[in-house]
């Protein structure tokens, strides 16, 4: 049986992903759902006029017959990562989203303990003060929400 040589394949990459340079790990085989990515993403490049057909035709050949990691790897080195989709974008903001309210959440347990132990040392309950900065950071995150944003259009650039 051959020895395979020690190597580290990254677990948060996605099995659809385009084998990157970068990401290319040498004498890995592939398997056909990377090589359908990077079929796909040199249409892309096609469609956008960064290939010809002659050359966009010899990297699918090519694609189609690689074995390992790096033969994909040299096929889209010279290519841009494709842009995120709409639905990756909006994904991914709202993500951004629910984590500025994570924050939030984290500042409320931090400023209602401080008020909390405040409470006890003195042995009354004293005016709720977090509310103050906890109200201005909730409309603040309130606001980004609903500011339209600047939403650019991707043909254009």
Do not use: Q
């Not at 056909?32 to 050949?61: C, P, S």
């Not at 994904?91 to 951004?96: D, G, P, V």
Request: glycine share 6%; net charge negative.
């Amino acid at each position: 049986m051959e020895e395979r040589p020690d190597h580290h394949v990254d677990p948060m990459r996605k099995p659809a992903d385009p084998i990157r340079k970068k990401d290319a790990v040498p004498g890995v085989r592939v398997s056909d759902r990377e090589r359908d990515a990077v079929v796909a993403l040199l249409a892309v490049a096609l469609t956008e006029g960064r290939l010809d057909a002659n050359e966009h035709a010899e990297r699918v050949g090519a694609a189609l017959a690689a074995r390992t990691a790096d033969e994909l790897a040299v096929l889209t080195a010279d290519l841009p990562a494709p842009r995120p989709t709409p639905e990756e974008r909006e994904r991914k903001e709202l993500a951004e989203w629910y984590a500025e309210w994570r924050y939030w959440l984290g500042g409320l347990v931090v400023m209602s303990a401080i008020w909390g132990v405040n409470c006890l040392r003195d042995g009354e309950l004293d005016f709720y003060w977090p509310v103050t900065p906890l109200g201005i950071w909730a409309a603040v995150l309130v606001a980004a929400a609903l500011r339209p944003g600047d939403k650019k259009d991707d043909d254009t650039g």
